[in-house]
């Protein structure tokens, strides 16, 4: 609030109040914030809502209910404004808040006790789809995995229709993105995923799954500063030169390295294999969370038979 009162003040509000050259960015920018409040809150509530209870269908029917009315907004004032100013910014917004989401959904439980489960249905193809909304770390990874494949494919499809156009925006403006949120989140997948693993093979279960997102973070904060001092021990003077090596395991290395191709290519392949072979060693623990979603069958209540009394000679 503060910026947007000094940015007013610096540069006024703008000579074209009755046009969409106005309106349509800032109807957007209040969108946007509106949508933020909303999340805030929707946290909030699952943050008060018992441990016990089903946490996780408010905030996640809300995500998929902003993803698509700001997609909706998106592509509308793209097309009405002739710019497509405002898909990259959307596009790195959701990529940036699935990527914190992926990694605080790492944290969820592992199994479900008969509160829950008496509300998963018994229908096989509504339990798969209610796995991704109900509180639990498959299903939370799996539902932001999801997304972030959906808001590609809008942006893909949104440029195979529209990019041609003048104005509009283009295929290299799009694969810049790409490299940069691309790699970033398949590093922070792939940290994600081994955190999990550490948790099941190393520490074998010595700490809860709501551990998982401090480890995650404390692996990120490890392979950030990690190969910076290493790399100063080993050559103090002519480290930085060979930044392209040692920011390869930091997920904003494609950021920061943003003109160099070499490296956001090697750090893509680097995220897509890592994660890929993070998701196969994982694929015991997302199966047995299957298995474990299962609605909760009630026990037959055992009827006392009544004495039979011997008839009378």
């Not at 993105?177 to 948790?199: D, E």
């Not at 709501?210 to 500063?225: D, E, R, Y």
Request: with cysteine.
């Amino acid at each position: 609030t503060m910026a947007a009162a000094a940015g007013f003040l610096f540069f006024g509000i703008g000579s074209s109040l009755g046009s969409w050259d106005f309106w349509g960015p800032a109807l957007g920018f209040v969108i946007a914030i509106a949508a933020a409040c909303g999340l805030l809150f929707v946290l909030t509530v699952a943050m008060l809502t018992p441990p016990s209870a089903n946490r996780a269908p408010l905030v996640r029917l809300y995500l998929l209910g902003a993803w698509l009315i700001t997609t909706c907004v998106a592509i509308g004032l793209a097309s009405l404004l002739q710019s497509g100013d405002f898909i990259l910014p959307w596009l790195s917004g959701w990529m940036m808040l699935l990527n914190v989401s992926i990694v605080v959904s790492s944290g969820e439980r592992e199994d479900w006790g008969p509160r829950i489960r008496r509300t998963i249905p018994r229908n096989p193809v509504l339990r798969a789809g209610a796995m991704l909304l109900y509180s639990g770390a498959a299903g939370g990874l799996l539902f932001n995995v999801g997304m972030v494949g959906l808001t590609l494919l809008v942006v893909w499809l949104w440029v195979w229709a529209f990019g041609q156009h003048t104005g509009f925006i283009s295929m290299d403006d799009l694969k810049e993105t790409i490299k940069v949120t691309g790699p970033m989140t398949l590093l922070v997948l792939a940290y994600t995923l081994t955190a999990v693993l550490i948790r099941r093979h190393v520490l074998r279960g010595a700490v809860k799954t709501p551990v998982v997102p401090a480890l995650t973070a404390a692996l990120l904060a490890l392979a950030t500063v990690l190969p910076m001092i290493v790399a100063f021990f080993l050559a103090p003077q002519t480290w930085y030169r060979h930044d392209d090596y040692w920011l390869l395991p930091n997920p904003l290395g494609s950021m920061i390295n943003s003109d160099d191709a070499t490296f956001r290519f090697n750090q893509l392949i680097l995220g897509a294999i890592w994660s890929a072979v993070a998701a196969l060693l994982c694929l015991p623990w997302f199966i047995q969370q299957v298995k474990r979603f299962q609605p909760l069958t009630p026990r037959p209540v055992a009827t006392e038979q009544p004495a039979t009394t011997a008839a009378p000679a």
